[in-house]
């Protein structure tokens, strides 16, 4: 077995060495859904050794990279295609989000950044991985789109600016 390495340039953190295999927990020994009554396999993960080697790279965070191309940022995507549509006149900004340049400067998205014109509130909040409002008219409907609310979706977006974010 190999002893684990950390090596460190200028540019990049390098890690090198044996670990216990996160397959079969070192035991070198399978025991999925069709192994049972005390029978198993050969891990193939690490070939019944009990552990792999690793040999990772990285490179160095300096700061963020420009990415070529983009115009604007979004939180989260909901499950919704964007891009533009110029026979339908559909733009990047009806998705909401921020100008790429803006979000380089602090990070922040402001309210009505969400993507409000295709989403309830409480689908924003799930896609971004937020508490969703307890909004009693909520519990009833399971797929957001299919809610009695979900095509009067503006005033819910009203609500949430009142209630949630100030």
Known sequence: MKDFTFVETETHYKFNGDVECDVCRGT??????????GGAVVCKSCRGDGYKN???????????????????????????GIGEDKERDIKLSDFG????????????????????????????????????VEWEECKICGLYS?????????ACWARYDKEVIE
């Open 28 to 37: 070198g020994l399978y025991c999925g859904f069709a192994e049972h009554d």
């Open 54 to 80: 690793i040999d990772l790279q990285y490179s160095k965070f300096t700061g963020l990279k420009d990415k070529e191309g983009i115009k604007r940022v979004f939180e989260t995507n909901a499950g919704i």
């Open 97 to 132: 989000g921020v100008l790429y340049e803006d979000w380089k400067e602090n990070k922040q998205f402001p309210k009505g950044a969400e993507m409000r014109t295709y989403v309830c509130p409480q689908w924003w909040l799930q896609s971004a991985g937020k508490n969703k």
């Open 146 to 154: 299919a809610c009695a609310y979900f095509k009067g979706k503006t």
